[in-house]
């Protein structure tokens, strides 16, 4: 019944070595988010799809690209890793955008990736 | 800039406690506002949400969240808590993006 699955849910990579994350969803929702949550922070907000619209946040570092070649899969691109962007990082998706109305925008998360650099 | 704070990082209490969670937002505007939690090893998911309408809304597991508009807050409370309610809570606003605050930590010991 998973309805956003995320992959893997452990990543080891060495300092530098280019990762992938994966991140699928059968809600057939338009908005695909991945949020960066670090140890007793709260999760923080890289970019998002709404469909093929691609929307970065001001503030993440060109490091972290993604990808969403069709409406069900969402990838994230961390092309160089360093010892600071070891983190849990979470997929989310939700119908619409945050700001719409009624219940279109309420987020529902996958259980995340946690990515250790070494 | 908008922000969430939260009020406590770490709550303890015994089971059958009460509890209530602080949670302020800065935004004048029109605001959603959301508890999150995630269990130990799980997933956020979401207890509950306010779009408008009556300031007291009910969610799962017998949480309840008040909107006070003139105080800016939307505070979480549960009447008699149990050892399966420890986890993590994050309360979060949308004003065109969804932002958490930095979550409370809570532990309900036997």
């Known amino acids: 019944d998973a309805m956003v699955i995320q992959n893997p849910r452990y990543q080891v990579t060495q300092f530098g070595k280019p990762v992938t994350l994966s991140c699928s969803q059968t809600l057939n929702h338009n908005v695909m988010y991945w949020y960066q949550q670090k140890s007793s922070q709260a999760p923080k907000l890289l970019f998002h799809?709404?469909?093929?619209?691609?929307?970065n946040e001001a503030d993440t570092p060109d490091n972290f690209q993604s990808r969403r070649p069709n409406t069900s899969f969402c990838f994230l691109d961390i092309r160089s890793p360093g010892l600071g962007d070891a983190a849990m990082y979470l997929c989310?998706?939700?119908?619409?955008?945050?700001?719409?109305?009624?219940?279109?925008?309420?987020?529902?998360f996958g259980a995340g990736s946690r990515l250790t650099v070494l | 800039a908008q922000s969430v704070s939260q009020h406590n990082h770490h709550v303890i209490l015994s089971e059958a406690a009460s509890l209530e969670l602080g949670c302020n937002y800065s935004?004048?505007?029109?605001?959603?506002l959301f508890w999150y939690v995630q269990y130990p090893g799980q997933h956020l998911q979401l207890l509950l949400k306010?779009?408008?309408?009556?300031?007291l809304v009910k969610g799962i597991k017998g949480f309840e969240a008040e909107f006070i508009k003139s105080k800016f807050s939307f505070n979480l409370r549960k009447p008699s808590v149990q050892w399966s309610d420890t986890a993590e809570y994050f309360c979060a606003a949308s004003w065109g993006k969804l932002q958490f605050g930095a979550g409370t930590q809570v532990v309900v010991t036997p």
């Open positions: 935004y004048g505007g029109t605001v959603n």
């Open positions: 306010y779009f408008s309408g009556d300031p």
């Open positions: 799809y709404y469909d093929k619209d691609f929307n």
């Open positions: 989310a998706t939700s119908r619409d955008l945050p700001g719409a109305s009624s219940g279109a925008n309420v987020l529902t």
